[in-house]
């Protein structure tokens, strides 16, 4: 789960890190008051992609007209496909110099690792490698005082600077681990009139984790179509073609939709219906595919735990009761695979043996709704 | 031979009294599994599919001399049953549960290390040396003894291939799921080290996808191999910066592309499906 900014940065001042003061606004008046009481303003869209100041959702704002101006500008404004629905407006910061630091999780070494630059301010994928300190952290003594001192040597940092570093880095180490995070990232970290500054600030959480912060506030970036499906408990995310499908497992999902695409047609989604879905979510779900009105619909399912009885019982009670009027192609094999078969056959729909006799042919159908 | 495990195997189930627990200890059983015990705080002196249930691991491996787990606990007990399984000097402990917390995996990892234990997962299917023995979830009727060794991510995809190899007259030694979530255990390279000492595997199936750079990392090791390797890389369609179903499965800033991974491969001498069905003909004519 990823956080606003806004967000982030009230973990990051909870935990004592320097933030500047800031108030998040949905209006452009709630700008302009914000603009009276902090004095010159950086008003910043709150969304969840980076890259938000080259495509122009930052402007600055000297006093309160300006910053009533520059909200009604963002506001609204289309960032990347979302649309902004609130900014923050922040204290404006004189920056004489710009530092990177992140912590992540290295998927490799299997444990964090800190991330850090004295060329910030811009995405850390376009820093020159060899200006980027990277150190493990080893868990579960975690990270420890003296690395904080050396990461600041690394990054050429002196003095009362690199002591005040090392205590934001320390901090930030507290974050990553109290909450969770997959990411917690300060890019630009800055230097103000000889003090660091958290100037932006990212907060990734890991979704696993989330029972156990109930402290947080959530954040979904699902549509509402992916959120329906979500509640049945089942993977899913929507794409942009007219082929529906499903699937049961994550992996055999991906390359049904890979092998659709290979004989040129285009996937609508990915829904993964888990290993051992029973018929009641599994009809749930075919039923909110159907409503989508795609040009076909693939079901491929190679039954292990999941019982190709249920998914035929799933996919009759839905064609029955709703209708599904659009070509289905389905594939059956695995555990009750002849049971399954009967039922779809009663039914008057084909079952496929090979994922590759499926997958050909429900391109073909989709070809034939599309000229139609 | 077989790689990890075998039908000497004693096997220790955690979670045994749970719905899944008892389902797929049924199902081991069957499959011909050395199931000794199992362990449910709290429930320790009932038996579960005849098998004797324990209060903790060590009381368990006491009694029976377990000596790998496999764990159906829900996902925030996990780090706390593995640690047990570990502390206990089992190995492999396969944690099947998928949602398990990254700090709690990485926990895990760290202990698993320290103490020398194999931990396979999380969000696994498990493991399953054809004809002798499995640990997990994988259905029964898919795997037959033969040359060629499989590892890979993902469940379904996984039996989807070893399915056609087993149709195509190719049987398995061992079969692996590392897992789909980005920290797990067991790597992609320590089983291709594993398939490389042992004497029955002859060719070796590995199934990687999007995200991450388990695969790119495996290529390097290939390299050194002489057994031959086939590969499959589920995800070309996925658009980058979303997560398709797998933790793991997502490309993130350009890293992890299947574009990366099939070049990668492709350099260090392995051969590429481009089509799941495509990789038996390609071990086929591998095995010769």
Request: with cysteine; aromatic share 4%.
């Amino acid at each position: 789960m990823k956080l606003y900014e806004y967000m982030a940065k009230a973990v990051l001042r909870e935990a004592g890190l320097p933030v500047p003061p800031g108030r998040l606004c949905r209006t452009p008046a709630e700008a302009e008051a914000a603009c009276r009481e902090l004095g010159p303003v950086a008003v910043k869209a709150q969304v969840l992609v980076g890259g938000r100041g080259k495509a122009g959702g930052i402007r600055l704002a000297d006093d309160p007209a300006a910053a009533r101006e520059a909200a009604a500008a963002i506001l609204g404004m289309d960032l990347k496909g979302y649309t902004v629905e609130q900014v923050y407006c922040e204290s404006r910061l004189s920056i004489e110099k710009e530092l990177y630091v992140g912590i992540a999780v290295d998927a490799q070494g299997k444990r964090p690792v800190v991330i850090t630059s004295a060329s910030g301010g811009m995405d850390i994928e376009d820093v020159p490698e060899k200006a980027i300190v990277r150190m493990p952290v080893a868990l579960p003594w975690g990270l420890m005082g003296f690395q904080a001192r050396e990461l600041a040597r690394r990054v050429g940092l002196a003095g009362e600077l690199a002591s005040q570093y090392a205590g934001v880095v320390e901090k930030l180490w507290q974050v990553f681990r109290a909450k969770d995070a997959e990411l917690v990232e300060v890019n630009p970290l800055a230097v103000v009139e000889g003090r660091l500054v958290c100037a932006d600030a990212r907060l990734n959480v890991d979704d696993d984790a989330l029972f156990r912060h109930p402290e947080l506030p959530r954040v979904s970036e699902a549509t509402e179509l992916e959120s329906r499906v979500r509640e049945l408990g089942l993977a899913f995310v929507q794409l942009d073609g007219d082929i529906a499908v499903m699937a049961n497992g994550a992996g055999i999902t991906m390359g049904t939709l890979d092998v659709i695409q290979h004989f040129g047609g285009r996937p609508m989604n990915f829904l993964d219906a888990g290993g051992g879905s029973a018929a009641g979510p599994t009809a749930k779900a075919l039923e909110i595919l159907v409503q989508t009105r795609p040009k076909a619909i693939l079901i491929n399912i190679f039954g292990g735990i999941t019982r190709c009885d249920e998914v035929a019982k799933a996919i009759v009670e839905v064609k029955r009761r709703v209708g599904i009027p659009m070509p289905l192609v389905v594939r059956l094999v695995g555990t009750n695979e002849e049971a399954g078969r009967a039922m779809l056959e009663a039914e008057g729909v084909q079952a496929f043996r090979t994922m590759e006799e499926a997958a050909r042919r429900v391109v073909e159908l989709a070809g034939e709704g599309r000229g139609a | 031979m077989a790689v990890l495990v075998d039908e000497k195997t004693k096997v220790l189930v955690q979670g045994i009294t749970g719905n899944q627990g008892r389902f797929h200890t049924q199902r081991m059983l069957e499959y011909g599994t050395r199931v000794v015990a199992g362990t449910s705080p709290g429930k320790g002196g009932v038996e579960v599919e005849g098998v004797p249930v324990y209060d903790t691991v060590e009381a368990a491996v006491e009694k029976h001399g377990a000596n790998a787990s496999v764990l159906f606990v829900p996902a925030p007990f996990v780090k706390d049953a593995a640690c047990e399984a570990i502390a206990a000097g089992l190995s492999p402990v396969v944690v099947v549960a998928e949602h398990v917390p990254l700090h709690d995996a990485m926990e895990v990892v760290a202990f698993a290390r320290e103490r020398g234990a194999v931990v396979i997962g999380p969000n696994t299917y498990g493991i399953c040396t054809a004809g002798k023995t499995k640990l997990g979830i994988p259905p029964n009727q898919v795997f037959h003894p033969g040359p060629v060794g499989v590892v890979a991510r993902s469940g379904t995809l996984s039996y989807e291939i070893v399915d056609s190899l087993s149709r195509a007259g190719l049987g398995q030694t061992t079969v692996v799921g590392i897992g789909g979530d980005r920290v797990v255990g067991l790597s992609f390279v320590d089983m291709l080290k594993r398939f490389e000492k042992d004497p029955e595997t002859r060719a070796v199936v590995m199934v990687g996808e999007i995200g991450g750079t388990a695969e790119e990392e495996a290529a390097e090791y290939i390299k050194q191999m002489t057994k031959p390797v086939v590969a499959y890389i589920a995800g070309r369609s996925a658009p980058p910066g979303r997560r398709m179903g797998h933790a793991g499965a997502i490309i993130e800033r350009g890293r992890g592309s299947f574009e990366s991974k099939v070049r990668a491969l492709r350099e260090a001498g392995a051969q590429v499906a481009e089509l799941p069905w495509e990789v038996a003909p390609l071990v086929a004519a591998a095995l010769g």
